[in-house]
């Protein structure tokens, strides 16, 4: 028997008591996010707003099979936002515009009336060719057969779920609808869970019900926040966990309306995607202020473009030779921008000496304001990610995730401390 079949259908249970401390964790992170956000100026609110989008954007596409190109999806999203900086493509495929147009919409008009026709519009929007994957598929409209969700090759599929019959779609929608439209007497993060949940069980449309499902979760976060800026996705969290999301949703789709098991599982996705969201403001900050520090130094294109590339976190570890791969120019070009920008303090050698040198984005007065201002730092890893944790003069307290990358040079020595501080913790320096 699955969910909409219960008799008790679709009055859902949870065990409150049992979610309190994360859901108390979660409305602090949620806070204290917001906090910080408050006093970013106007200029690095909208990079981090935009940052959060293209993520987003990005991760909800993957879950269901569909890789972008990260650098058009920035800049659809930029052009819409109206941030230059950020453009750095001229183009971007119908489909990356229609993404984007759903999210900024929803995101814009979050606290408007949930009508079928906006959610079919939307849907709409996903499918522009009326394609999915090579298969004409039903778009703008609920769906007019029956849904399986299968896995396994032709001969061998194992059915995970079947969704309401078609014809009972107009009714399970239209209550749906209502009680998200209504006024809500939960916390908003319990009711973006159950949005998620209730919309994807009924799986209204032949394609794109998860994106939405996702939307529609944001949405109800949105309501609680009461903003239209949203600076944190569950999207990104849920590719990294994909397993365990669709193990856990296939358990509560096939369970007794008790949903605690759900909800808990989305509390923790959902502070992994605020904890997500802090590291993309000190990354937005950090690159604020490598620019600002950078201002009056003449760089090529090459330098420009490429160090952006290591700020925004594509790459890891600059060499020579990731750099002439880069930027498909040779060796000795390499070498020279390299040298230019090691001469004018930006590049710093990670270890003077080494027969294959590496480089990090380094400013020269950087030195004694570590050794001065930082203290007991190192490096920790929790629930399978790495942190930097130490204590600021100013700032306190802070932990700031890094890359596995940068956490594997560091334990194998090839990073030093100072550098790693320098790259994550800029924003802290005067």
């Known amino acids: 028997m699955y969910i909409h079949e219960l008799d008790t259908w679709p009055q859902f249970e949870w065990d409150n008591e049992g979610i309190a401390m994360l859901l108390e964790e979660a409305i602090r992170r949620q806070s204290m996010l917001y906090g ?19 993520y987003d954007v990005v991760q909800s596409s993957e879950i269901e099979g569909v890789h972008l190109n990260t650098d058009e999806v920035r800049s659809s999203i930029a052009r819409r936002l109206g ?41 709409a929007s996903f499918f522009p060719t009326g394609f999915s994957g090579g298969s004409k598929i039903e778009v703008g409209n609920y769906r007019t057969h029956e849904e399986h969700i299968v896995s396994g090759f032709l001969g061998r599929e194992r059915i995970h779920y079947v969704a309401p019959s078609p014809q009972r779609l107009e009714e399970e929608m239209s209550k749906f ?6 006024p809500q007497s939960q916390p908003s993060v319990i009711c973006s869970a159950i949005a998620h949940l209730w919309f994807v069980s009924i799986h209204p449309f032949e394609d794109g019900n998860g994106r939405l499902a996702r939307i529609l979760g944001d949405m109800m976060l949105a309501r609680g926040n009461q903003s239209h800026y949203k600076f944190f996705n569950i999207s990104t969290a849920i590719n990294h966990d994909k397993r365990h999301y669709y193990s856990v ?9 008790d949903i605690t098991e759900w909800i808990e599982w ?22 604020s202020r490598f620019w600002t520090n950078a201002a009056g130094i003449d760089l090529n294109r090459r330098q420009r473009d490429t ?48 027969k294959r040198p590496s480089y990090s984005i380094y400013c020269a007065d950087y030195d004694q304001q570590i050794t001065d201002n930082f203290k007991r730092v190192d490096l920790v890893q929790e629930n399978g990610s790495f942190y930097l944790k130490g204590e600021h003069k100013s700032v306190g307290k802070f932990s700031e995730r890094v890359l596995p990358l940068d956490a594997e040079r560091f334990q194998s020595g090839d990073l030093p401390l100072n550098h790693i501080i320098a790259k994550y913790c800029s924003y802290m320096m005067e």
């Open 36 to 54: 910080r956000l408050s006093n970013l100026g106007f200029d690095d609110k909208m990079k981090t707003l935009a940052e959060n989008l293209t």
């Open 83 to 123: 941030i230059e900086s950020m453009i750095k493509s001229d183009t971007s495929s119908h489909y990356i515009d229609g993404v984007v147009s759903v999210m900024l919409d929803a995101m814009e008009n979050y606290d408007a009336v949930l009508t079928k026709d906006k959610l079919c519009a939307w849907q």
């Open 177 to 182: 609808l209502s009680w998200f439209n209504a």
């Open 249 to 257: 949703l296939e358990t509560v789709q096939h369970g007794n309306g």
């Open 266 to 287: 989305y509390i923790k996705t959902l502070i992994t995607a605020v904890i997500d969201a802090n590291a993309i403001v000190s990354a937005v900050l950090n690159k």
């Open 307 to 354: 160090l952006n590339r290591f700020l925004d976190g594509y790459e890891a570890k600059i060499t020579t030779k990731m750099w002439a791969a880069l930027n498909k120019c040779s060796k000795d070009t390499a070498i020279r921008d390299i040298k230019d920008l090691v001469d004018k303090g930006i590049l710093h050698e990670d270890h003077i000496g080494a």
